[in-house]
């Protein structure tokens, strides 16, 4: 048998994860089944097996490539100027970026993956990677801004990142679960939280 080109197979791959994905936001991980999988992506069960031996395959690979979009929207650019306050809260939102907020089924599958971390040893490092990255992103801009006086600095940079990813943890769940949140005025209360002085 001829060896088919590797855009092939790549794409083949391809076609196979993006009918995972959209499975996996419309009924969950493991309402979905192998049945489902073949007939949204078209192929022979022959065909899904060549690439992946088991659902819980696909299941990994579909996580792993959201995780890596997340780490890929806090990656630093060292090359770059120093950004404006409201770009860090930007960044921390990525309100232009598809995997943390562009539509309600991308929250869901995120929110998908997080639950599914809680089963998965080797998933939950993953995780445990791309937040550690991205912690250490913000925390940096954090401290930035903290030197030339536009957020307090009586708090560990490392501290205010927390609070900030896990403000928009929360603003995903509620898109994911309500389908309806909006990114502008979450950005607007975000700052005016990050404004409030320190009690004395």
């Known amino acids: 048998m001829a060896r088919m080109p590797k855009e092939h197979l790549e794409a083949r791959r391809r076609q196979i994860l993006d009918a995972a994905r959209r499975c996996f936001v419309r009924n969950g991980f493991h309402a979905t089944s192998m049945q489902d999988l073949l007939a949204e992506a078209e192929l022979s069960a022959g065909a899904v097996y060549r690439y992946f ?21 806090f990656a630093a650019d060292d090359g770059a100027p120093p950004p404006g306050l409201d770009d860090v809260v930007d960044l921390v939102l990525g309100v232009e970026r598809p995997p943390l907020s562009g539509s309600r089924e991308s929250a869901r599958f995120l929110v998908q993956v997080w639950a599914e971390a809680l089963r998965s040893p080797s998933l939950s490092a993953r995780l445990k990677e791309v937040m550690a990255e991205a912690r250490g992103v913000v925390g940096g801009l954090v401290a930035r801004h903290q030197e030339r006086g536009q ?14 990813m896990a403000l928009v943890d929360g603003f995903l769940v509620r898109r994911a679960v309500y389908g309806h949140a909006d990114p502008a005025a979450f950005r607007n209360g975000l700052r005016a939280l990050m404004s409030v002085p320190a009690p004395r």
């Open 53 to 73: 031996g088991s659902k819980d395959d696909i299941i990994a690979a579909t996580a792993s490539e959201a995780l890596a979009e997340v780490a890929a929207a």
């Open 151 to 164: 957020l307090s600095a009586d708090v560990p940079p490392e501290q205010v990142a927390d609070v900030l």
